[in-house]
């Protein structure tokens, strides 16, 4: 494979898709951070949205949820074009899973808008969640079904059992 030839189709798909969204040929739906929204989609494909992170946030943790009601919908998310099955910078780490973290540290994190696609064969019905977290949100996502499942699975691989109650606590 000719990796010029490639880095131009990339390139030509990104400028195709970028018009198509400016003609209003695909919808892009805005989506504020710590938020969610439904979606439905009979006859499945490509449905997109953006959300911004300010630089006030710029240290944030963010995670991206989809919760399936039905079909087989998965999660690409980019910050740089809007994604495809080929062109993305971010999806969960296995066919099938639903949850994404992006940490601050990633060397492709950064401020400014982030672009979600959600492909789906055929039809699916879902609700993707939006979340940023902060050292102020701390207590709050550390409380969260996202963290709680992580923390229980750090624990679980490294065998730690995490804080012990004190007896009369």
């Known amino acids: 494979t000719d990796p010029d030839r490639t880095y131009s189709e990339l390139r030509e798909t990104r400028q195709a898709l970028a018009e198509a969204v400016e003609r209003g ?3 892009v739906t805005d989506l504020p951070l710590n938020s969610s929204i439904d979606c439905d989609m009979p006859n499945g494909g490509w449905v997109y949205f953006r959300f911004h992170l300010p630089l006030e946030r710029r240290r944030s943790l963010l995670t991206c949820h989809v919760a399936t009601h039905s079909g087989h919908p998965d999660l690409f998310v980019s910050n740089v074009a809007l994604p495809t099955l080929v062109d993305y910078v971010w999806k969960p780490p296995a066919t099938g899973r639903t ?3 992006i940490y601050p540290n990633d060397p492709s994190y950064r401020i ?4 979600v696609g959600v492909f789906a064969p055929a039809s699916a019905n879902f ?3 939006v979340h940023s977290y902060m050292g102020e949100d701390g207590e709050g996502a550390w409380e969260s079904h996202v963290f709680e499942a992580l923390t229980h699975k750090f624990r679980t691989l490294t065998g730690h059992q995490g804080p012990q109650k004190e007896a009369g606590d």
């Open 25 to 27: 040929d695909i919808d």
């Open 112 to 115: 400014g808008d982030y672009f």
């Open 127 to 129: 609700t993707l969640y």
């Open 99 to 101: 949850r994404l973290i």
